[in-house]
């Protein structure tokens, strides 16, 4: 996928935004062709160097920029030369979507495997354990604490896995069929 069809995802201009932040976001929504400099990036984008810099080691540190470095033999001073990577974004929105499959089964099963218990007056919820060393009573006001219903969150959870589930195997696909073309 050509950098402009990636730009224009939504999904990908979502999982980039949440990366970098908004003042991040003009930096990587502007990527170069071949490389650049930070300091033509903010010259050219109008924005503070010290923002250019930040979200070039975000998309550094997520492996969607790289750079090498230039020493001036006559100041000793280096210059970095970025380079946007943005080809391995699609794979990392999978990874991602995996964790939080996963993380959701598992707070799934954790909801599905405990009885809780609920204050009405603070709101707080306790598992079983925890309300009967209370005796059934918050430890914040002293009210009753009662049965909780979480029927409808784990039915939620469990559309949401579904949904997760269906996505990244149409993902997989499209990688795969990517992959082969």
Excluded at 73 to 80: A, F, H, K, R, V
Excluded at 92 to 105: N, V
Excluded at 115 to 140: D, K, V
């Amino acid at each position: 996928m050509a950098f402009e069809e990636l730009l224009n995802d939504p999904v990908i201009q979502k999982y980039l935004h949440e990366l970098v932040g908004p003042t991040g976001m003009p930096v990587a929504a502007a990527p170069p062709d071949g490389e650049v400099t930070d300091e033509e990036l903010a010259e050219e984008l109008g924005l503070e160097l010290n923002d250019v810099r930040r979200a070039l080691f975000i998309l550094y540190e997520n492996d969607l920029a790289s750079y090498r470095r230039l020493r001036d033999e006559d100041s000793g001073w280096l210059t970095y030369l970025w380079t946007f990577e943005y080809e391995s974004i699609p794979e990392q929105l999978e990874a991602e979507m995996r964790r939080l499959l996963d993380a959701l089964e598992q707070r799934r099963q954790y909801e599905a495997d405990n009885e809780f218990y609920l204050c009405g007056q603070c709101q707080l919820r306790f598992e079983f354990g925890e309300a009967m060393e209370f005796g059934f009573e918050c430890p914040q006001c002293g009210g009753q604490l009662e049965t909780m219903d979480n029927d409808r969150l784990i039915d939620a959870m469990e559309r949401r896995v579904e949904e997760l589930s269906d996505e990244l195997n149409v993902n997989s696909a499209d990688i795969d069929g990517a992959v082969d073309a």
